[in-house]
Structure formats: structure tokens, C-alpha cells
């Protein structure tokens, strides 16, 4: 099994260009997650899924938006970059334990973007 | 009051030596905790689950404190491969949207000198 792939791994963008960043999981995981990481911030969720056809926001969504149209990708956009959004990407997936207690995570190699 | 906090280090410790790293937490509703794993430029991994009664896996022992909100984490007899930053990490009360959202500390960065 690969787990958790992400492309790219890095890319350069201009102010106002878009991109998308893709996350795949071959573990068949319900949830998916994208989080970034800053220097001096530690990781914060973006946006999050818990199933197929299902997004929400996490505590840093704006300028980003989201899609899971199969269970397996999990897509995060940005529709018009800013260098505030220059960061390391993570996704990451999990399933649910049914313990009541939190599901570990597995995370992807991560897309470092810079936006000029 | 941040939700997670952790002292940022550096720990720079020689090869050998015990280090503690300690995280405190500010909702004292929080259900589940671990300890996570970063080696520079890469993902964080799963290094343990951190459990009421404490609990040891190898060099490592992991113990919470509910009353005082905090979890700690010992790396005994350390090794070069310890190197790396640790995050402690927090699972808030559900939200009844579906899935624990974690809640990361900013880390510690360990480095073990031959």
C-alpha cells in the first residue's frame, strides 16, 4: 500500500494564480483532512471530510475550498493564491475506531507551495 | 490561553541521556491525546497514544495528568535516530460533525549529540 500520496510535492505560484493540490489514500479511510504548517504556527486544519460528497471547514478556511468526489481523493484549492498562503501542506486520513476515543492519523509527504 | 502548548526547545541532549517534554492542554473536556513524530521536511507519524494509567513502549513513557491538564512524554537512554520534532497532540470533545479534530502543538525539537 502507498497510504497517503499528495502531487505536487512542490510548486511556485504567482500572486493571483490557481492551483489544486491532490490527496489520494489507497486505506479506504471515511475521513480526510488537509491541514498547513508554518513556522512558529504547528499544524492548523483547513477543511476536512467525513465521508464522500461531504466537506467542512476546519479553523483556517478561508481562500481555500475543497472536494471529495470519490472516497479515495481528496482535493484542496486555492482559487486565487496570496503569499499569505505560502506554506507545507499536509493531508492526512483516518478511520473511525468506534472506541469513542480519537482515530489516528496518517499523513501524507507534503506540498510545499510559495507564492510570489 | 492556547488550547496545546509545548516548550519549542531546542533539547539538545547528548547521546544516552533522559529528556522529558511536556505539553499542557486548556480544555479539560479533552478526550484522547498522543504523541506525534516529525523528522525535518517530512510528515508527522504516530509515535504513542497517551493513556490515563501511563504507558511505556521501549526507551519511551508516556503519562497524563488529567487534574493539572498535562502529558508528558520521557525518551530514555536517547538515541541519534531520536532526533526530530515531537508534537503533542489533543483530540477535542466531538463536535457531532462526524470525526475528532486534532488539535497540534507547535512541537519540540529534540536533537540527541554524539
Known amino acids: 500500500n502507498a497510504g497517503v500520496t499528495q502531487t505536487p510535492k512542490f510548486r511556485v505560484l504567482k500572486t493571483g494564480q490557481s492551483m489544486t493540490l491532490l490527496c489520494a489514500q489507497d486505506m479506504n479511510h471515511e475521513y480526510m483532512y488537509w491541514y498547513r504548517q508554518d513556522p512558529g504556527m504547528g499544524l492548523r486544519l483547513i477543511h476536512y471530510s467525513v465521508g464522500e460528497g461531504t466537506t467542512a471547514k476546519g479553523e483556517v478556511p478561508d481562500g481555500y475550498n475543497v472536494s471529495r468526489l470519490k472516497k479515495q481523493n481528496f482535493l484542496l484549492g486555492l482559487e486565487s493564491a496570496a503569499p499569505s498562503q505560502t506554506s507545507v501542506y499536509f493531508c492526512a486520513s483516518s478511520s473511525p475506531t468506534g472506541t469513542g476515543q480519537g482515530e489516528t492519523q496518517y499523513f501524507g509527504p507534503g506540498t510545499r507551495l510559495l507564492v510570489l | 490561553r492556547k488550547e496545546v502548548e509545548q516548550d519549542p526547545g531546542p533539547f539538545n541532549v547528548p547521546e544516552g541521556a533522559t529528556v522529558a517534554f511536556n505539553c499542557t492542554y486548556s480544555?479539560?473536556?479533552?478526550?484522547?491525546f498522543f504523541w506525534y513524530r516529525q523528522d525535518c521536511r517530512k510528515e508527522p507519524k504516530l509515535l504513542m497514544s497517551?493513556?490515563?494509567s501511563g504507558n511505556e513502549d521501549g526507551r519511551f513513557t508516556a503519562q497524563l495528568n488529567r487534574a493539572s491538564q498535562y502529558i508528558s512524554l520521557l525518551i530514555r537512554d536517547s538515541k541519534l535516530s531520536d532526533s526530530a520534532t515531537y508534537l503533542c497532540v489533543v483530540i477535542l470533545p466531538y463536535s457531532g460533525a462526524g470525526s475528532y479534530q486534532l488539535t497540534f502543538g507547535k512541537g519540540t525539537k529534540l536533537s540527541v549529540i554524539p
Open positions: 480544555n479539560s473536556a479533552s478526550q484522547s
Open positions: 497517551v493513556y490515563s
